[in-house]
Structures are given as structure tokens and as C-alpha cells.
């Protein structure tokens, strides 16, 4: 993956827990990327676009056979994460060693296209996009591996015809459920509300910041957006104009958000755009209530239990019903903190993902095999 060592970006936080996992189960793994511990890549800085990236976390590794062919060397099966420079010529390396090549597909067009300005505006753009990442390199892998049922209907739709393997990327043993409020206590002041993820526009935390503005509850609410991106200053001024109480805006480091998320009351995750959001899984691990954006191209919604944990995108106005509503019924929050706790604990931990990732990468190998 062109990314290796940033945190800060959740696809190397996805990689980097995956490899953990596969360790600990007793198989071999070599991260190739930048910022990888053995095999680091260079950067490959292009004109204009590295600057956007760098927006959202992320650089472009620098394509080298020698780096390929030495990391590579006795390797069952390599998995590339990315469609661009650095993973076709990854493919292209692997390929003419004989080795099994499965790919995951974890950039969303739409991602793209929402941080490209005007690009956005464009009719067509993301179909043109999901054309072109095919073109580039999935139509030469037979295996590859989505987080959901949603964008593997996306894909299908977009004409991609290899086995897609739905496979969460799960969250770390290190989220585990905070303590829940007995029942007959109010609600706490302040009632401290927490959402993650890159602050783009695709996001769209400024409308979970007029929410909150727009709730009866306002005065006792203490917002926490945990992210870092293009639109940090624009947020921290229109919550600094609009909100009762300072918000906490900015980046924080991915060991300190389990700790984090426990000291919060409820998780809301407006973004319109989403693979899968693991920020949502490791919230509902964390024992924590989630208010999720219903929108068509972010497959987060169905994480949601019940209605409760829903609201139309983009409508300030219905998430800011949604969080008075809890904040008015604090034992059906501590309930349900509970529920959701149990239930991503059954279906979303790394420990199964990671055995259905093994599962489709041994059936690549023996695809190969068969050639």
C-alpha cells in the first residue's frame, strides 16, 4: 500500500491492524509502503494531486522492482491495497514471479471527487473513476476484498467481474465497552458527543456542528470531532461561532481514541460517503450509541440497530431531534450502548475478518496453482 506508516489515515490504520491480526495467528507479513518497518517505499510526489492527498493523509509511493522483487521473494500471495502507480507495478512484479495477486478495493471514487473542487460538479466523474480503477489494475485480479455489501453493488454496477469477498475491517480487542450509567440517572452535563473521520467535505460535520447549535439541550453539549483535513479551520470557526460550549477539533492519535471514546456519551457520524467506516464499529465497540447519516453512498447505515440511530443526511434539523431524543432518555442510551457493544463484538471483530481474509487469499493461491 502506497501508505504504510500514517495512522492518521484510516486504510493504513485498516492495513496495519490486518497484518497484527495475521501475525498473531501465525502467518508471515511484510508491509511494503511508505513508512513500512522493513521495506519502505519513497515518495512519489505528483504535481498538484500529492498536495490534495496530503489533505486526507496519504502520499504516493515511488514504484521500485528492486523494493518488489525483495519483499516479495518466497511470498505465497501479495495483496495490494491501492489502485495507482505503486500497486499496478506491484501487480506487474508479483505476476512475473508466479506469485497469487488478490487487490482490496477501499478508495471510494466519490472520496476522490468531493476533494477535487470544482471536478465534483462534473455529471459523471465517479463512473468515469470506478471505469478507470478498473481499467488500471482490478480487471486483472480475479480476487478482491470489500468491506460491504454496498459498494460491491457498486462495483457489480460498474462492470467489475472478479469474486468479490465482503469482509469487514474490523476493529481492534482494544476498544472494549465503557461502564454504562445505572438506570434512573440523568443524563451528564456536559453531555459529550464524539464523531470521527477526515474533516472533507464528503464528511460533512458542519452539519452535525448546526445540529448540535439547533438542539434544546445546546447549552449542556460538548462537541468532540476527532480528524484532521482541508476543512479544520472552516469547522473550528463555525463551531466557535455556533456552539454554546468550546468544540474539541483536530487530529488525535489512534492509541489514545479507545480511552477517548469511552469518556464520551454519543457517536454520531454524518458523512455521506463511506465504504464501511470503521469509526462507526469502533465507537459501537466502545459501547457507544451511534446517530448515523441514511445516505445512498455510505454504506455506515447499517450499522444502525434501530430507527433511533438514523437520520436523513445533510438535515441538521433531524439530528438535532435525534440528540435531544437520547439525551432525554438516558436509560435507553445506556441500553442500547450495550446492545450495540454486544452485537459489534459478534460481527465485527479483526479476529474474524482477518480468518475470511486468510479464507480468500488460500482460494487465490490455489486459482494460481491451477494456471
Keep these: ?22 501475525e498473531r495467528q501465525g502467518h508471515h507479513v511484510r508491509l511494503v509502503g511508505i513508512g513500512a518497518p522493513e521495506y519502505p517505499a519513497r515518495v512519489n510526489k505528483v504535481p498538484l494531486v500529492s498536495w490534495v492527498a496530503s489533505k486526507q493523509q496519504m502520499q504516493f509511493a515511488e514504484p521500485s522492482e528492486t523494493l518488489f522483487r ?8 501479495v495483496h495490494i491495497y491501492l489502485p495507482f502507480k505503486f500497486g499496478r507495478c506491484a501487480y506487474k512484479v508479483a505476476r512475473s514471479m508466479g506469485i497469487a495477486v488478490t487487490a482490496g ?47 460491491a453493488g457498486q462495483l457489480r454496477t460498474h462492470g467489475y467481474k472478479a469474486k468479490l469477498h465482503v469482509i469487514s475491517n474490523g476493529y481492534r480487542a482494544v476498544f472494549t ?58 469547522l473550528r470557526f463555525r463551531a466557535g461561532r455556533l456552539l454554546s460550549r468550546p468544540a474539541s477539533i483536530g487530529f488525535h492519535r489512534n492509541e489514545d ?65 435525534r440528540i435531544d431524543w437520547w439525551i432525554d432518555h438516558p436509560d435507553e442510551l445506556s441500553a442500547w450502548g450495550a446492545r450495540y457493544a454486544e452485537h459489534t463484538k459478534e460481527h465485527y471483530s479483526v479476529e474474524t475478518s482477518v480468518a475470511k481474509f486468510v479464507a480468500m487469499e488460500r482460494e487465490a493461491i490455489a486459482d494460481n496453482g491451477r494456471r
Design 1 to 22: 500500500m502506497d501508505t504504510i506508516g500514517n495512522k492518521g489515515n484510516g486504510t493504513s490504520n485498516s492495513a496495519l491492524q490486518y497484518a497484527r491480526e495475521l
Design 70 to 77: 525483495t519483499a516479495f521473494a518466497g511470498a505465497d500471495v
Design 105 to 151: 478495493f477501499h478508495l471510494q471514487p466519490e472520496n476522490v471527487t468531493y476533494s477535487a473542487g470544482p471536478l465534483k460538479y462534473l455529471p459523471g466523474v465517479s463512473s468515469l473513476l470506478y471505469s478507470l480503477f478498473r481499467f488500471w489494475l482490478y480487471r486483472r485480479i480475479e480476487h478482491i476484498h470489500v468491506p460491504t455489501e454496498m459498494i
Design 177 to 234: 465497552p465503557k461502564r454504562q450509567r445505572s438506570a434512573g440517572q440523568p443524563a451528564p452535563v456536559p453531555f459529550r458527543i464524539v464523531a470521527s473521520g477526515r474533516l472533507t467535505h464528503e464528511k460533512d460535520h458542519i452539519t452535525l456542528i448546526k445540529a448540535v447549535a439547533r438542539c434544546r439541550h445546546a447549552k449542556d453539549i460538548e462537541l468532540i470531532i476527532c480528524g484532521t483535513g482541508p476543512l479544520l479551520r472552516y
Design 257 to 321: 481514541m479507545p480511552a477517548l471514546l469511552r469518556s464520551c456519551d454519543l457517536f454520531v457520524h454524518p458523512s455521506i460517503v463511506d465504504i464501511e467506516s470503521l469509526s462507526v464499529i469502533e465507537g459501537m465497540a466502545s459501547g457507544l450509541v451511534p446517530v448515523i447519516a441514511s445516505a445512498e453512498l455510505s454504506a455506515a447505515g447499517q450499522f444502525a440497530l434501530l430507527d433511533d440511530s438514523l437520520f436523513p443526511a445533510r438535515d441538521a434539523a433531524a439530528l438535532a431531534r
